[in-house]
């Protein structure tokens, strides 16, 4: 097997063995393919995985292919792990950095399946600079894998949206993305009252736990009846709905105030299947109480690479509910190339956060991404984080999700919401 030897200090495999889709828009189950390490382009990091998470976008790109690429696409795409290369103009990551970073979806992820009796071998995935934000030592690399995603869908909801003493309505605050949502909301943009819903006990309860001050059952309570209670009529500053459901789209339209924001994370009503746009009564409602429709899409940070960087790895969201701003898929270098690629026939995954071989580094990094430009959004959270030492903001991997700790090397847990 060949190898690349980076800085005469690393040895990088060839090849690693992942977890991902082989078949164009018939990807599940998913199944174990061995695919090259990649190259880290310009402004490009390549990291040696250590965690890596699953997230309900990374099902629908194998069932669908919505990003139109050519199998075999690992997955994993939200990670943390050890930098081992960097590229040209890289310049506030270093090798041996710890870090945390989503990879791009026209790029690969980074979960390794298991090989052998021996124990897994390492993943690997490259991802931009600017997505790209130390790993505070208050998290573990699996918590912190399961962070890119949720966070940054919670952060570019919510950040300039909502104001100090807002009245805020996220429902699924059991959720991956909702319950940081909340927690984000209630505690660090200092919203006065966070409303929520869940349809569990364990979603209510997670709601609660992340700083929700109502709660309500979505299968037995008039949500927008005891929203009107709660607000004396007025109804809610902001709506954050990431809950991809059309059902919830009309329903938590019907709650903003006159002059209120309604924020959509993804795909925007009459378009969560994907496959055919349907009329949606939303626009109307929206209309009738002047309130502003928001779409949030993290897609364009990898489709408006540039503006990101510029707003501060801020999305550029269609501020009038045109689109879902996928755009067109973005460019990353070499990393991106299949080369040589193998097919092995695996078994079916469900994972929320999987561990990969474990290992220790010379040291694990605090927060590097503080400069300008340089991963900013994730590395805001993740201060925050580490300013509370991980216990005000709380963290569950994966939100309503069960993840075990110490994780033989390579094991997925197979286990759903």
């Given at each position: 097997m060949?190898?690349l030897?980076?800085k005469q200090?690393l040895?990088?495999?060839g090849t690693f063995?992942?977890i991902g889709?082989t078949?164009d828009r018939?990807g599940l189950?998913?199944?174990?393919v061995?695919?090259?390490?990649p190259?880290?382009?310009?402004?490009?990091?390549?990291i040696?995985?250590a965690?890596?998470s699953?997230?309900?976008?990374?099902y629908k790109l194998?069932?669908l292919?919505?990003?139109g690429?050519?199998p075999?696409?690992?997955?994993?795409l939200?990670?943390a792990?050890v930098?081992v290369?960097?590229g040209?103009?890289?310049?506030g990551v270093?090798?041996?950095?710890a870090v945390?970073?989503m990879?791009?979806?026209?790029?690969?992820g980074?979960?390794v399946?298991?090989?052998?009796?021996g124990g897994?071998?390492g993943?690997?995935?490259?991802?931009?600079?600017?997505?790209?934000a130390?790993?505070p030592?208050?998290?573990?690399?699996?918590?912190?894998?399961?962070?890119?995603?949720?966070f940054?869908?919670a952060?570019?909801?919510l950040?300039r949206?909502?104001?100090a003493?807002?009245?805020?309505?996220i429902?699924?605050g059991?959720g991956?993305?909702?319950?940081?949502a909340?927690?984000m909301?209630?505690r660090?943009?200092g919203?006065g009252?966070?409303?929520?819903?869940?349809?569990?006990?364990?979603?209510?309860a997670?709601?609660?736990?992340s700083g929700?001050?109502?709660?309500?059952n979505?299968?037995?309570?008039d949500i927008?009846?005891?929203?009107?209670k709660l607000t004396s009529g007025r109804g809610v500053?902001v709506v954050?709905d990431?809950?991809?459901?059309?059902q919830?789209?009309?329903?938590t339209?019907k709650?903003v105030r006159r002059g209120g924001?309604?924020i959509?994370?993804?795909v925007?009503p009459?378009?969560?299947?994907?496959?055919a746009e349907?009329?949606?009564p939303v626009?109307?409602?929206?209309?009738?109480?002047?309130?502003?429709?928001?779409n949030?899409?993290?897609?364009?940070?990898?489709?408006e690479p540039a503006?990101a960087r510029?707003?501060?790895?801020?999305p550029?969201p269609?501020r009038?509910?045109s689109?879902d701003?996928?755009?067109?898929?973005?460019t990353?270098?070499p990393?991106?190339?299949p080369?040589?690629?193998q097919?092995?026939?695996?078994?079916?995954?469900?994972?929320?956060v999987?561990?990969?071989?474990?290992?220790?580094?010379g040291q694990?990094?605090?927060d590097?991404?503080s400069r300008?430009?340089?991963?900013?959004?994730t590395a805001?959270?993740?201060?925050?984080?580490d300013?509370?030492d991980?216990r005000?903001?709380?963290?569950r991997?994966?939100g309503g999700?069960?993840c075990r700790?110490?994780l033989?090397a390579?094991?997925?847990?197979?286990r759903?919401r």
């Open positions: 060949k190898h030897t980076l200090t040895t990088i495999p063995v992942g889709y078949k018939a189950p998913l199944e174990a061995r695919v090259p390490v190259r880290p382009g310009a402004d490009q990091v390549l040696r995985v965690a890596s699953l997230n309900p976008l990374e194998a069932d292919n919505f990003m690429r050519t075999p696409v690992v997955l994993g939200d990670l792990g930098v290369a960097v040209h103009g890289v310049s270093e090798v041996g950095d945390a970073a990879t791009d979806l026209n790029c690969d980074g979960w399946a298991t090989v052998g009796s897994g071998e993943g690997y995935a490259v991802a931009r600079e600017f997505l790209t130390g790993k030592p208050s998290l573990s690399f699996r918590d912190a894998a399961a962070l890119p995603m949720a940054l869908s952060f570019a909801g950040y949206a909502v104001q003493g807002d009245t805020v309505y429902p699924g059991g991956g993305v909702g319950h940081l909340v927690q909301a209630a660090a943009l919203a009252a966070v409303i929520s819903s869940g349809s569990t006990p364990q979603s209510i997670l709601a609660r736990q929700a001050h109502h709660v309500f979505y299968k037995r309570d927008a009846a005891e929203i009107a500053d954050f990431a809950t991809y459901s059309e919830s789209f009309v329903e339209a709650t924001r309604w959509v994370l993804g925007g009459g378009k969560t299947t994907r496959l349907t009329h949606s626009d109307a409602i929206l209309a009738e109480r002047g309130a502003k429709y928001v949030v899409n993290l897609l364009r940070y990898f489709s503006n510029q707003r501060g790895a801020r550029s269609a009038d509910g689109g701003g996928v755009g067109d898929a973005g990353c270098g990393a991106c190339q080369d040589h690629r097919h092995r026939r695996g078994d079916q995954y469900g994972t929320a999987a561990e990969g071989r474990p290992w220790r580094t694990d990094s605090g590097r991404g300008p430009g340089r991963g900013e959004v805001y959270l993740l201060r925050r984080i300013r509370h991980g005000r903001l709380l963290f991997a994966g999700r069960r700790r110490g033989p390579g094991h997925h847990d197979r759903r």
